[in-house]
């Protein structure tokens, strides 16, 4: 017995009766439903479907669906045509004009007709044919047996009638993504209406959720070439030790540890991001893609290891991160969290964001020899000297989420666990309440996270005194934020970051 697969369908909806019809063959094909949604004010004519079954049900339902005009597999734009067409009096002309609209699949917005009024012969049609390429063929049919005055050509984003919402809401998405592969587009338009459908089971608006997710799509397009700008700190840690922390325009920092036997970076943010990332690189001195000793990967959101996949040094990375992204799931491991707006929202962001993994990785070993606090050490690295050890974390931000700890250099990259927010940027403080706005938190494990935050700062404080004997103080390197110290149990910047502009 072959194995049952997760399938989803796109369906047309032309009338009252195709959702059932759509449903009959669904059934019929041995598949079961998991999931629908349509919502006849927001979009009369699209409803999706998230199906199981095994791959023969999968595809014979497909293929029926496909046979009976229900099944999208394409995303295209209809072409709204406004036009009068100057009809005589005789029995039956409005029955003939409308059965050449539905030979060529044309869907009537408003018709109107009044042989009473200003106009007795002007017959006003507002419609979509669903084949663009058809629009022209349909108007010569038309013209053939009655006058045409064409009055405008495509409302595009300006109707306002409620209908179609989903195909004006791929083309836009489509813009964003620079004319995605038309599956892509629908993977993408079936998983924007599972997290809206959830959200709205949390009291949010509909519409108000699919124009977030687009303003997302819009930011990080935005803040790519010209529009890139960074927040740089360069801090030497010792004579043979220099830090580099970047704050990208949207997601999480990205950290270089410079030294004279190693340049490794941790953390790559956005895929997006990544050419621009490259010319900053250039611009600091620190080469490019296979300038690189090695890259380590602190946990599996996109804002951290999107960009991973370009550069050509090895990549060290916890094994729960790895099953993260091999899973496109967030939430891969954790257990007390409602996984459908995690994994929705890995899909649309790593999509966005231009995720792009390592083909390979190298694990980290899977338990740890001693303990800093309550922490397992992994693992071990060095540069310019010093000893780098690698923690593994509880899992309260996410699964395999890891710390990185050096003493001796009094340097501690805390991740998404501790993060400076007070001295974010307006924007990027901005941008950061997207994510909470979908997932409604960030952290996989809510009450976890708190727990291991507060081991973390301990063992931070712990070590902030010790160095402080010295006549040191202890770094932090927040996942968002600035490099920091604790100053009255406040993160302030250790020094002033200057913004980078190509």
């Known amino acids: 017995m072959s194995q049952d697969r997760n399938e989803f369908f796109v369906i047309r909806i032309p009338d009252t009766g195709s959702l059932l019809d759509a449903v009959r ?26 199906v199981s079954g095994d791959e ?23 072409k709204s045509v406004q036009l009068t067409v100057i009809v005589p009096e005789i029995p039956g002309t409005l029955h003939r004009i409308l059965s050449i609209l539905d030979t060529y699949n044309a869907e009537i917005s408003s018709l109107s007709f009044d042989n009473r009024g200003r106009y007795p012969d002007a017959l006003h049609i507002m419609l979509r044919v669903l084949h663009p390429d058809k629009t022209e063929e349909l108007i010569r049919a038309i013209e053939a047996e009655y006058p ?9 984003d300006s109707c306002d009638d409620g209908s179609l919402f989903y195909v004006r809401y791929a083309a836009r998405v489509s813009e964003i993504l620079d004319g995605v592969e038309n599956p892509h587009i629908l993977e993408l338009l079936h998983q924007f209406s599972h997290v809206a459908q959830q959200l709205t089971e949390y009291g949010k608006e509909y519409q108000d959720v699919l124009e977030q997710i687009l303003l997302n799509g819009k930011r990080l397009k935005e ?9 740089v700190q360069k801090i030497a840690l010792a004579d043979t030790l220099t830090l580099y922390c970047f704050q990208l325009p949207g997601g999480g920092s990205v950290f270089v540890i410079d030294a004279p036997d190693e340049r490794i970076m941790i953390d790559t943010g956005y895929g997006i991001y990544h050419e621009d990332v490259l010319r900053m690189f250039a611009a600091y001195g620190l080469g490019g893609k296979v300038d690189f000793t090695r890259i380590i990967l602190t946990h599996g959101d996109t804002d951290h290891c999107g960009a991973a996949g370009f550069f050509n040094a090895p990549v060290y990375t916890h094994e729960g991160t790895w099953d993260i992204i091999k899973t496109n799931n967030r939430a891969w491991g954790a257990t007390t969290q ?11 962001i790593n999509l966005f964001a231009r995720m792009t993994p390592p083909e390979d990785v190298t694990l980290l070993p899977g338990s740890g020899n001693g303990k800093r606090g309550e922490f397992p050490v992994l693992s071990t690295f060095n540069a310019g000297g010093y000893t780098f050890e690698i923690l593994e974390g509880h899992g309260g931000h996410q699964h395999g989420l890891i710390y990185i700890l050096c003493k001796e250099a009094g340097v501690l990259f805390t991740s998404d666990t501790i993060l400076n ?25 809510p009450d976890l996270v708190k727990s291991e935050r507060k081991a973390l700062a301990k063992l931070a404080q712990e070590l902030d005194e010790e160095l402080q004997e010295n006549g040191k103080r202890l770094l932090y390197c927040c996942g968002h934020g600035p490099v920091s110290v604790m100053e009255n149990g406040e993160l302030t910047p250790a020094t002033e970051p200057v913004t980078y502009r190509h």
């Open 421 to 445: 927010l007070k001295h974010l940027s307006p924007e990027r403080s901005a941008y950061n309440n997207f994510a909470v706005y979908l997932v409604t938190t960030v952290n996989v494990d």
């Open 25 to 50: 063959i669904i059934a019929a094909s041995g598949l079961t439903i998991t999931r629908c949604h349509f919502n006849r004010s927001l979009d009369p004519v699209t409803a999706f479907f998230s």
């Open 338 to 348: 409602d996984l459908v707006l995690e994994q929705v929202y890995t899909v649309m």
């Open 56 to 78: 023969w049900a999968c595809t014979r339902g497909a293929q029926a669906l496909l046979e009976d005009g229900y099944l999208q597999t394409t995303v295209t734009y209809p």
């Open 223 to 231: 803040t790519t070439g010209d529009g890139f700008y960074a927040d």
């Open 148 to 156: 045409v005055k064409i009055e405008g050509y495509d409302c595009g």
